[in-house]
């Protein structure tokens, strides 16, 4: 039931008490009674209408700040994905393609950045790759078949808001 339906009912209800039970013409007390009850709940109503609207209005807002779907900057969970092949660049970079063994059309590439210690460098074509996302979801730990860590991978809000340099 909404508040301005319960208010008119209240309003009725008042009404009803001070009117006389047959009917008939209204005495100068009992006209006086309603308009005095009318009165009030009228002005009542109107001084609590903006204090109704603005409730109503946050509660719209709490609602709304409400997270419904997943967020689609964090980092959620991805399937294994076997390494199909190793591109080297000329800096010293590698440019790895990656497959879904279940989903031939799924397709993914990652350029991993000249270093001395490029964990591209190890891998072989049929290598099996897991993402695990991090604990915040700012990116995925990038895996090898065996569990150890070769890098980290970043969401592209991650990356877009944070310096990539090495440390």
Request: charged residues 15%; glycine residues 8%; negative net charge.
């Amino acid at each position: 039931m909404t508040k301005s339906l319960l208010c008119a009912g209240l309003l009725a209800v008042s009404a009803l008490t001070v009117l006389p039970a047959s009917a008939g013409n209204l005495n100068g007390n009992q006209a006086s009674g309603v308009s005095a009850v009318i009165s009030v709940y009228t002005v009542s109503f109107i001084a609590a209408s903006p204090v109704l609207l603005v409730a109503k209005g946050s509660q719209s807002v709490r609602e709304g700040s409400k997270r419904t779907k997943p967020d689609a900057s964090k980092a959620e969970p991805l399937p294994p994905m076997a390494v199909q092949q190793i591109d080297r660049k000329p800096d010293g970079g590698f440019h790895v393609a990656l497959q879904r063994p279940d989903a031939p059309d799924a397709t993914a590439l990652i350029d991993w950045p000249a270093r001395a210690d490029n964990p591209a460098a190890t891998l072989k074509v049929g290598d099996v790759l897991h993402f695990e996302p991090t604990e915040v979801g700012a990116g995925w730990t990038v895996t090898a078949a065996d569990g150890a860590a070769l890098a980290f991978l970043p969401t592209p809000d991650a990356a877009a808001g944070h310096s990539s340099e090495r440390w």
